[in-house]
């Protein structure tokens, strides 16, 4: 069965700074696609960036790179520069087999705190 | 581009009450639209999607109906509400192919009483 492991609960970070958020994953489907989203006090999620199981390269979006190592099956979303609005949850997500839908399945999310 | 909304924002309903949350979709046709259900401090657990009008696919057994009576519609509902039903639910709309992201709605905070 696929599943989403986020083991860190809470994460914080001084403004400006990087952080490493970590996400590992298990799955037996050769393709899939991982995705983080950020869910701010708001309740809103918003979609940061997605990496697909055939890239050969680092998805990157603006501040935010994903650090996609498939032998070890992690994930892990880095936001470089911290800034206070990035305080919020972050979830990891994968999609699940294909089929005719796209289901997604969330770990347990990491609450990250900006200091400032 | 592309806007989903969600009504109500928040809902306090007593249990055994009757439940209609609303999703519309606009900018987009044909759209693959999902309902997930967030307990608090918890992941997203999805409820029901749906690839088209009046085809609706239930992922938990429990006392909630989806229905889509439009392209971009998708109605979530229940007869009688239990204390169980009280979380967050989260409408969600994506495409086949591609990245297959999903793009999801503000919410509807449900506290059943």
């Known amino acids: 069965a696929q599943k989403i492991t986020q083991t860190q609960p809470g994460m914080f970070v001084q403004e400006k700074e990087a952080v490493t958020l970590d996400c590992t994953y298990d799955t037996s489907d050769p393709s899939y696609g991982l995705f983080w989203y950020k869910q701010p006090s708001s309740g809103e999620m918003i979609f940061l960036i997605y990496?697909?199981?055939?890239?050969?390269q680092n998805a990157t979006e603006g501040r935010y790179s994903l650090n996609f190592q498939k032998a070890r099956k992690s994930a892990n979303l880095v936001i470089s520069a911290s800034q206070l609005g990035d305080s919020a949850m972050y979830f990891c997500?994968?999609?699940?087999?294909?089929?005719?839908?796209?289901?997604?399945?969330f770990g347990a999310g990491t609450r990250l705190a900006v200091h400032p | 581009s592309q806007t989903i909304h969600q009504w109500p924002a928040t809902l306090v309903q007593p249990v055994g009450s009757p439940l209609s949350l609303e999703c519309t979709v606009e900018g987009t046709s044909n759209p693959n639209l999902y309902w997930y259900r967030q307990a608090a401090g918890r992941g997203l657990q999805l409820l029901f999607y749906?690839?088209?009008?009046?085809?609706i696919s239930s992922e938990v057994p429990q006392n909630l109906s989806a229905s889509r009576p439009q392209d971009r519609q998708f109605i979530l509902s229940s007869k009688k509400l239990l204390l169980s039903d009280s979380g967050f639910y989260l409408c969600a709309w994506g495409t086949s192919g591609g990245t297959d992201t999903q793009y999801f709605g503000p919410g509807t905070r449900l506290t059943v009483l």
């Open positions: 997500a994968m999609r699940g087999p294909s089929g005719g839908y796209n289901k997604l399945i």
């Open positions: 990496q697909g199981s055939y890239d050969q």
């Open positions: 749906s690839v088209g009008i009046g085809q």
